[in-house]
């Protein structure tokens, strides 16, 4: 039986550039889209959206490679970056949609829910244990919204009670736990994304959030 500390065995989760790689561009370019977006809020020019889009798009993958010691993937590979600039280049061209704030929030629901899945898969890839390849696709997931939270002034989101941060801690978690049951990766990854999408969407049309800390006037 497997426990959260031994790493993820199985030849299916090596080299997750190599199985997963339309769900990692996805991810990045997904997550580009909000950078972009959010730099739109304050009307910034087309460098700032590149940047925005950048940091946003791979932020989280940088600090997750850092962490497990595996060379930083945009510096492996220059679409990465080209991404980015595309997608900025196109949300600048674009210009001003009456929907483009409602799509940030969509865009990033997304995000959350294939980059946690991504996060874990290449954190597995690495041998990190499951517990720690779950942290590592949370955070694979949402350090590049905070990075932009933060740039555009905008409240962060792991100051929100609404259901971000558990978006991708559900697709993570799920992933990790369906590959230990030795699920093939391409169903998991199914599953995983649904569920941590919907968890988000669900915070999105029907407000679901944790229950806050109870104060003392709501205990008696």
């Keep these: 039986m497997m426990t959260m500390l031994e790493p993820i065995a199985g030849a299916d989760l090596v080299r997750p550039a190599a199985v997963l790689p339309l769900l990692d561009f996805a991810g990045v370019a997904v997550f580009a889209a909000t950078g972009a977006l959010a730099a739109s809020r304050a009307k910034h020019d087309v460098l700032t959206f590149a940047f925005f889009a950048a940091v946003t798009g791979m932020g989280g993958g940088t600090l997750r490679d850092l962490l497990i010691g595996a060379p930083v993937f945009w510096v492996q590979d220059w679409v990465y970056v080209a ?3 595309a997608v900025a280049v196109g949300f600048w061209l674009l210009g001003a949609r009456s ?3 409602r799509a940030l929030l969509w865009l ?3 995000g959350l829910a294939a980059y946690g899945v991504m996060g874990a898969a290449k954190a597995a890839s690495y041998g990190v244990t499951p517990l720690i390849c779950i942290v590592m696709g949370v955070l694979t997931a949402c350090f590049g919204g905070i990075v932009r939270d933060v740039l555009a002034h905008q409240p962060s989101i792991l100051l929100r009670r609404e259901l971000n941060i558990t978006a ?3 697709s ?3 992933f990790v736990g369906l590959k230990a049951v030795s699920l093939p990766t ?6 995983a994304v649904v569920a941590g999408f919907g968890v988000r969407a669900g915070a999105l049309k029907w407000g679901w959030s944790l229950p806050a800390f109870p104060t003392a006037a709501s205990r008696y």
Excluded: E, K, Q, T
């Design 83 to 85: 991404v980015c600039v």
């Design 99 to 101: 929907w483009r704030f």
């Design 108 to 110: 990033d629901a997304v």
């Design 168 to 170: 991708a801690l559900v």
């Design 172 to 174: 993570a978690a799920l």
């Design 186 to 191: 391409w169903p998991a990854v199914a599953v």
